[in-house]
């Protein structure tokens, strides 16, 4: 029996999950489910509402990070959390980054310009979105810019969790913003194009694009 992930990929943390189990050869079931569900089943397996929560048999486990690691012991190989000291360490700042910095943007403008406005009957604000994107994003956009560089990978020369925290976080984030400028950021941008289009992303992707149209075209009817 294949694991249980609950949430939707929307998210970037449930979108990192799916993307790294896929990566290794995981099997999965995707349970949709809304962020701060407070049924009784749900709250059993994620005590505060988290997405992504994750059941395995008996064993269940909310936050995305949490998860990953668990995966990769469970799912040694590939490997995508490396286990040299400065690699591993480099992997896990970039996870962190993509958590709290990358998304931390990116939560103000997908709220307030796509999921309230679409999703939850049109609380949103624009000027919050406004403000992380003309304040917060460019300085984000520079740092990753300069870490990729001319490299294809962000820690060493294979895909790892850095490269799928990263991506995740930005594929939510692109549903509510302007594509990286490649004239601005040549290295992040192409790094993005390469990373977004590996199939377990690329489908996602295009599905919650699709999704949001939708909801978009609803709307405005």
């Known amino acids: 029996m294949s694991m249980q992930l609950y949430g939707s990929t929307i998210s970037p943390f449930v979108r990192k999950v799916a993307v790294f189990a896929e990566e290794k050869g995981i099997a999965l079931d995707l349970i949709p489910t809304a962020p701060g569900d407070a049924s009784p089943a749900f709250r059993a397996i994620s005590p505060f509402g988290q997405i992504p929560a994750l059941v395995d048999g008996d064993f269940s486990l909310a936050d995305s990070s949490a998860i990953v690691t668990y995966l990769e012991a469970k799912y040694p190989e590939p490997a995508l959390i490396p286990a040299e000291a400065q690699a591993r360490g480099r992997t896990i700042w970039f996870d962190e980054l993509a958590d709290t910095i990358v998304f931390g943007a990116g939560r103000a403008m997908l709220f307030n310009r796509v999921v309230g406005p679409l999703f939850r009957g049109g609380v949103g604000d624009a ?86 149209e939708r909801a978009r075209a609803r709307v405005v009817k």
């Not at 020369?157 to 913003?177: G, M, N, Q, R």
């Open 127 to 212: 000027a919050v979105a406004d403000a992380a994107e003309r304040d917060q994003w460019p300085g984000i956009l520079a740092y990753l810019d300069a870490q990729v560089g001319g490299r294809d990978f962000l820690v060493g020369d294979t895909l790892t969790l850095a490269d799928i925290a990263v991506a995740s976080a930005f594929a939510s984030t692109l549903h509510a913003c302007a594509p990286v400028d490649a004239a601005v950021y040549p290295d992040l941008a192409r790094y993005l194009a390469a990373i977004l289009a590996r199939p377990a992303f690329a489908t996602r992707v295009a599905g919650e694009r699709a999704f949001i």
